[in-house]
């Protein structure tokens, strides 16, 4: 049975998201350094039979480590602090890829975690130090997940708007239809039906990101029809007649929402 840590300063990364998510799109996108590629080949080599593709233990790897190394800034020492809200989302960044990596989803990720920083740390140019006694709670796992994709989706939806000279439409469209398909699982989980104490935290945030989203809304609408039009409230997620008009011809945004519309009341979340 692995040790697992709920936490309600858990979540405090969210503070950060937008900046985070930007880290780690860059971290899991650009080159690793020769000894970063060496390390991390050691690790595949000696840990890469308990992930479900061997390479993906490198590429976690290579990922880590340029998300440490963006990460570790005067601001943000890790080995220093690792309480602060960059440690806990490298935490939780590294608890996420893992999880859904591993052959063996019961094997704990602090243990395979503890592996990958042996193998890349103690050298002159890692030093990392985490401190991972335990698991994120997997309920709690889910729940960040969720957010992390809203705010993923979120991301995209500023970048395309900060352009406004070349908006790709059908990309705003996609994007925002997206962001439904997690914003009903959210708000299922936050109903009054199921919204319980141990929720409150996650609903909480699901709030802050709300109004974040409906900013963008807002902007998106100030620039007239074709973008709003193209830009799906979060209000609107769970109208079917709303939602369907809007993606026509969009079959690939339609899919994952109407399969979400359609299991919605079938979930069973245990929190």
């Not at 007239?224 to 039009?229: M, P």
Request: contains cysteine; proline residues 1%.
């Amino acid at each position: 049975m692995c040790s697992q840590d709920s936490d309600e300063e858990s979540y405090e990364f969210f503070e950060n998201i937008v900046e985070y998510v930007k880290k780690a799109k860059s971290a899991e996108t650009a080159a690793a350094s020769s000894n970063a590629e060496t390390k991390c080949k050691s690790f595949m080599l000696a840990y890469g039979s308990r992930f479900k593709a061997e390479e993906t233990a490198r590429t976690i790897c290579e990922q880590f480590i340029n998300l440490y190394n963006s990460l570790n800034d005067p601001e943000c020492n890790l080995n220093s602090y690792p309480n602060k809200k960059c440690c806990k989302f490298l935490k939780y960044w590294i608890n996420f890829k893992l999880m859904k990596s591993m052959k063996n989803e019961d094997e704990c990720v602090s243990k395979i975690y503890n592996a990958l920083e042996s193998h890349i740390t103690g050298s002159d140019e890692f030093n990392i130090d985490l401190y991972y006694e335990y698991d994120i709670n997997k309920d709690d796992l889910k729940k960040m997940n969720i957010l992390y994709s809203l705010y993923e989706k979120h991301t995209e939806l500023d970048t395309i708007l900060m352009n406004i000279s070349k908006v790709d439409k059908e990309s705003l469209l996609l994007h925002s239809t997206a962001c439904c398909t997690h914003y009903i699982k959210a708000k299922y989980i936050c109903n009054d039906d199921n919204n319980r104490n141990d929720n409150s935290v996650f609903c909480n945030k699901l709030t802050t990101f709300k109004s974040k989203y409906d900013a963008l809304y807002e902007k998106a609408f100030q620039e007239g029809s074709d973008y709003a039009n193209n830009f799906i409230k979060l209000e609107e997620c769970s109208n079917n007649k709303i939602i369907t008009t809007a993606v026509t011809g969009t079959v690939v945004g339609l899919i994952p929402l109407l399969g979400v519309l359609y299991k919605v009341s079938e979930l069973n979340i245990k929190l």
